[in-house]
């Protein structure tokens, strides 16, 4: 059963970033991260302006792609606002070409990460911090 946090308005049981309110508002299902099964969440559908009930409305991912790994219990959509909050979901929607920039003080190592092989050209930048790619070489 759900736990009391997950059951109130303000609970998100399916981790896609909408309070129960928000998804009965949107008419999406609270226990389902991606109601229209088309791979992009619902939050970050609403966050973007495409239907999370309609698997044709896919949402347009901004360049640059905003990476904040603080972000969390929210939205992401990848633009300044809404962040996403792992290196893996901005590479894995990210546009070839296009420029994955990283929120924060951080240093970053983007080795083993992303969970899969990277097959199109991206640019990391990382303000007041550092992206090691690898092997070492920043």
């Known amino acids: 059963g759900l736990t009391e946090e997950e059951a109130g308005i303000d609970g998100d049981p399916d981790n896609d970033g909408l309070s129960n309110l928000e998804e009965a508002t949107a008419n999406t299902n609270p226990m389902n991260p991606d109601s229209d099964a088309d791979t992009f969440d619902d939050g970050m559908e609403v966050v973007l302006g495409s239907n999370p009930n309609n698997a044709a ?79 070492g070489v920043q």
Do not use: C
């Open 57 to 135: 409305s896919k949402p347009t991912i901004p360049n640059p792609v905003y990476v904040d790994f603080g972000a969390d219990n929210m939205p992401h959509g990848g633009n300044l606002n809404f962040p996403f909050a792992t290196l893996d979901d901005a590479v894995r929607h990210a546009a070839p070409g296009a420029t994955i920039r990283i929120k924060g003080d951080v240093d970053i190592l983007a080795g083993p990460i992303p969970a899969g092989a990277v097959s199109k050209q991206l640019t990391i930048e990382a303000f007041n911090g550092a992206v090691t790619v690898g092997n």
